[in-house]
């Protein structure tokens, strides 16, 4: 009997895609939202704020109908290939696998 195996690394990653600026006078109705954030007290808020933001970003639309995450956020090729590919972890197992198809 023969296996045809390979070994793998895993680890944990984050990608960080280019920052980009949004103006309150641009988009009013994510004033709320963006004061929620900048007076965050704590991590645990400025995450939850952050969320929601990020929720209405999803909501609020140009007159066009495209969102403003649409127009900011990092579904386009050009952020994916300028963005960042970060280990913050070490790595967390090395395994045999199987290697399919083969």
Not at 54 to 68: A, D, F, I, L, S
């Amino acid at each position: 009997m023969k296996l045809r195996l390979h070994w793998s690394e895993k680890y944990e990653v984050v990608r960080e895609y280019p920052s980009f600026e949004i103006d309150s006078t641009d988009f009013p109705e994510l004033e709320l939202e963006m004061l929620q954030v900048h007076n965050a007290g704590s991590l645990q808020s400025r995450n939850t704020a952050l969320a929601d933001l990020e929720h209405k970003m999803h909501q609020v639309q140009n007159k066009g109908g495209e969102t403003v995450f649409e127009m900011f956020g990092p579904h386009d090729s050009e952020k994916y290939n300028a963005s960042t590919l970060h280990t913050i972890d070490d790595e967390c197992c090395g395994c045999i696998q199987l290697t399919e198809g083969e």
